[in-house]
């Protein structure tokens, strides 16, 4: 069967966007994966660890998937721009894969485009303890105590979140509205590559050392 004009038409103003985006110069630690997102039917970016996106129009998503990892997802409220991060480490160090860093890059990147710290509110996701064996590493809790001191710090409100227990995530962030939605994985769901991530992001640490939306 043909497909309609419509359809045919829609296709193709997809394929114009993600062609866009995709032609643009990219910034150090710039996520650069555009797709289209069959079940939301919309053009997406994908962040993959150490990276991070800021936009300003809703046509675009803004999605990742985390394990002990955290996506904090920020948002000005008076401009209605935000962006996302995907951070492994709760230390500081020099690349996105620190959370030190991929916080001040990513508030650093919302205000080159107009926002305002002092409008800025946050959602928070990921920390997972999805290591078996690994627990006095305690990556995922201590992502999360760091990305939320943090915010505290820099009086940055969270305004929800889904973070620790046992499951990955998927997450996608609108982030010209602000609305954030979260599927738990089940935690035998998580793929190779991702598995492989959070393995490597547990090794590297010393031992010592709003409403969200279900889809």
């Known amino acids: 069967m043909a497909a309609s004009p419509l359809a045919m038409s829609g296709s193709l103003q997809s394929s114009a966007r993600l ?14 994966f ?16 150490g990276e ?24 000005d409220r008076d401009r209605r721009v935000g ?9 500081a160090g020099d690349g996105g894969r620190y959370g030190l860093y991929a916080m001040e890059l990513l508030i650093n990147e919302l205000m080159k485009r107009g926002a305002s710290r002092s409008a800025l509110e ?31 710090t820099e ?8 973070v620790l227990d046992v499951y990955p995530r998927k997450v996608c ?11 738990r994985l089940a935690p035998t769901a998580m793929g190779e590559q991702l598995l492989a ?11 010592d050392a709003g409403s969200i939306e279900l889809f």
């Open 19 to 32: 062609d866009e985006l995709r032609s643009q110069r990219r910034k150090p630690g710039e996520a650069s």
């Open 34 to 49: 555009f797709f289209y997102d069959a079940h939301f039917r919309r053009e997406a970016v994908k962040v993959l660890p």
């Open 52 to 75: 991070y996106f800021v936009h300003d129009q809703d046509n675009i998503l803004i999605m990742t998937t985390l394990g002990s990892c955290i996506a904090a997802c920020l948002w």
């Open 83 to 91: 962006g996302m991060n995907h951070f492994m480490l709760p230390d």
């Open 122 to 152: 946050a959602k928070v996701f990921g920390g997972g303890a999805v290591l078996g064996g690994m627990t006095t590493l305690n990556v995922g809790e201590r992502n999360t105590r760091f990305v939320l001191d943090y915010l505290k």
């Open 155 to 162: 009086r940055i409100p969270v305004v929800s979140s889904d």
């Open 173 to 183: 962030f609108e982030p010209a509205s602000g609305r954030a939605k979260v599927k």
């Open 197 to 207: 991530q959070e393995r490597a992001a547990a090794k590297a640490v010393p031992s």
